[in-house]
């Protein structure tokens, strides 16, 4: 059963009721779906694609204990741990996964500031949640990441952290400077030191040179 490009932003209730008992397959890609309330008609289906919605981190499926193929490329899904403890219980059978083009996918394609190894580090965690994957974003699971996924998965969750809402809303609004303000008085020649939140890890560095005082 294919509704592709309709712009709908729910599981039109016809389409579970006239297809939701024979339907082994369902594609929903291109629309504005932000649920997926009304999948629950679809108890049989094996395959389910989704790309190009604007789901997000509040996705919830039902049960669908047949289902070996699910795509959620370029949506709206951050939280991917919630994601995989979601899809162990609901989806036992997946085999198939691909979450391409959502944040909690990192890669080039999404932000330059991944690599590929986060990549490789998001995809250990993703075959230790789901040990049972067979693909993940259309690339075969090796023997090797497996085995590394056995062994590392457990240690390859991204933390990041979150705001307060309390600080966010009693600190006014000031332009970030990495140094306390007494570098900023053009009469004091004091030294100071202060905390930046950036890190630098080399990685576009070139190494290191010698420079000449003549060169200077």
Do not use: W
Request: net charge negative; charged share 30%; with cysteine.
């Amino acid at each position: 059963v294919s509704y592709i490009g309709q712009d709908c932003r729910e599981i039109p209730e016809h389409l579970g009721r006239d297809c939701g008992h024979f339907a082994k397959r369902l594609d929903l890609s291109f629309n504005l779906l932000r649920s997926l309330e009304g999948l629950s008609a679809f108890r049989s289906l094996e395959e389910l694609i989704l790309d190009n919605n604007q789901l997000g981190d509040d996705l919830v499926l039902p049960g669908l204990p047949r289902l070996h193929t699910l795509t959620l490329n370029k949506n709206r899904i951050t939280d991917l741990e919630y994601l995989l403890d979601h899809l162990a219980e609901v989806t036992p059978a997946l085999e198939y996964l691909s979450l391409l083009g959502n944040v909690a996918c990192p890669n080039e394609l999404v932000s330059l500031e991944k690599d590929e190894e986060d990549y490789k580090r998001y995809r250990c965690f993703v075959l230790y949640k789901l040990p049972n994957l067979k693909f993940l974003d259309a690339q075969k699971v090796t023997r090797q990441e497996r085995e590394e996924a056995l062994v590392r998965g457990a240690f390859m969750k991204v933390v990041k952290p979150k705001a307060s809402s309390e600080d966010v809303a009693g600190s006014p609004e000031l332009h970030y400077t990495p140094l306390p303000s007494a570098s900023r008085e053009l009469t004091s020649h004091q030294g100071v030191l202060g905390k930046c939140r950036y890190i630098y890890y080399g990685k576009n560095s070139e190494g290191n040179r010698f420079i000449r005082d003549d060169q200077l």
